[in-house]
């Protein structure tokens, strides 16, 4: 549908999760309008309502019709569905996994809208791009008369040091087109035309060069800068939500189980991996240090479980970094979720509510997204869109 001269965009938002996407929206200073958002996670609801004074819809989205979505008269349709089908860990079942459904759902209801929307952005785990679900969103958009161009980018190429890397879809229905127009049905691994440079080599193949790699990184802002505190003296007021009093025991399989007491003030000794956790899975730890310029991706299990999970950081620098030096002597800690928070560039005004547990706050910032990557992507998107 068309949007009128001075008229804000009407945005719907699916899989809302805990604003990551709204967010991004909010920083790119476009003029919009988030009409409905939609999430079944009654968690990641209570997030979103605290953080934007609306609670997304909660129902089962496979069940909206065409009807009911035109209804919205929404210009922008942004996506974020589950990954799990799509993952390397899952059982990658792609498009006959149930969590898939309700995407496809909604492509599928795109031709059947009288006002289809002007444009569409996706966001998913990298792995998504050669998966058959996948394959059947081009179909549908490109017979829906869009144009697509398509991004894996990682917040290491905005200067943040969290290796993130997720794939992005971003559609627009004709008339309307891309400010770089060569780039349309391109797979791109470069965030150069979101900084207006056009004129560049479209990267395919899986990885860039490692001295191309090792430039960025030092290009990075370190992780000290991104931290809530920087030692176990200092504590943190939980006003803000992100913290409760924890005592950290561990099972045989590496998983810390949490006891919560809500107080006000948290020390920082509360994050501190137990030694016995370090004794038996000090070798699948990833370590990073306040002047380090890459930590690893947190995962929804970061807390619960240390191996493939996200970094841990060390408090105390050794005289050689590493595994070479003791881990004990290096008093690791997890991340905040204040500081993952960070790490996924949301304001400094984001909070959780008093009663989600530390394990909780960390699955649900799992689940999000990086705003420092979407919301250039967004900005990209939504240029010369009229």
């Known amino acids: 549908m068309c949007k009128n001269d001075g008229e804000a965009w009407r945005v719907l938002e699916f899989y809302s999760g805990i604003g990551g996407m709204r967010y991004s929206l909010m920083k790119t200073g476009v003029s919009a309008q988030v009409v409905e958002a939609f999430d079944i996670n009654d968690k990641a609801n209570d997030v979103y309502e605290l953080n934007f004074g609306h609670r997304p819809f909660q129902g089962n989205i496979q069940n909206l019709t065409a009807a009911e979505l035109d209804m919205y008269g929404a210009h922008a349709w942004l996506l974020s569905p589950p990954c799990q089908p799509y993952t390397r860990q899952g059982l990658q079942k792609q498009s006959s996994d149930a969590r898939a459904f309700s995407f496809l759902k909604i492509l599928e209801l795109i031709p059947h809208t009288v006002k289809p929307p002007d444009m569409l952005f996706v966001e998913n785990v990298v792995g998504f791009e050669t998966s058959d679900t996948h394959a059947k969103m081009i179909e549908i958009l490109a017979n829906s008369d869009y144009l697509t161009q398509e991004f894996i980018l990682s917040p290491l190429q905005f200067g943040v040091p969290y290796s993130r890397p997720r794939y992005f879809c971003l559609a627009k229905r004709k008339p309307l087109s891309f400010r770089c127009q060569l780039l349309n ?73 949490e006891t919560v007491e809500v107080d006000r003030c948290v020390s920082i000794d509360h994050f501190l991996v137990p030694l016995s956790l370090i004794e038996r899975w000090g070798s699948a730890m990833d370590i990073v240090y306040p002047d380090s310029k890459r930590c690893c991706c947190f995962t929804k299990s970061y807390y619960r479980y240390v191996k493939g999970t996200g970094s841990l950081l060390a408090t105390v620098r050794p005289k050689n970094k590493g595994k070479a030096s003791s881990l004990k002597e ?37 689940n999000s997204l990086s705003v420092a990557v979407v919301a250039p992507l967004l900005q990209y998107l939504f240029a010369q869109a009229g």
């Open 330 to 366: 290096q008093h690791l800690r997890y991340f905040t979720p204040r500081e993952v928070a960070n790490l996924h560039s949301f304001p400094g005004d984001f909070q959780f509510p008093h009663h989600l547990s530390l394990r909780q706050c960390y699955a649900l910032l799992g």
């Open 185 to 257: 049905n391109q797979l791109l691994r470069s965030p150069s035309p979101l900084l207006g440079n056009d004129d560049m080599t479209v990267i395919t193949k899986h990885d860039q060069p490692d001295d191309s790699w090792d430039k960025l990184l030092q290009s990075c802002d370190p992780v000290e800068r991104f931290l809530e505190f920087s030692n176990s003296g200092d504590q943190v007021n939980t006003e803000t939500g992100f913290l409760s009093t924890g005592t950290v025991a561990v099972d045989d399989f590496g998983a810390a189980e």
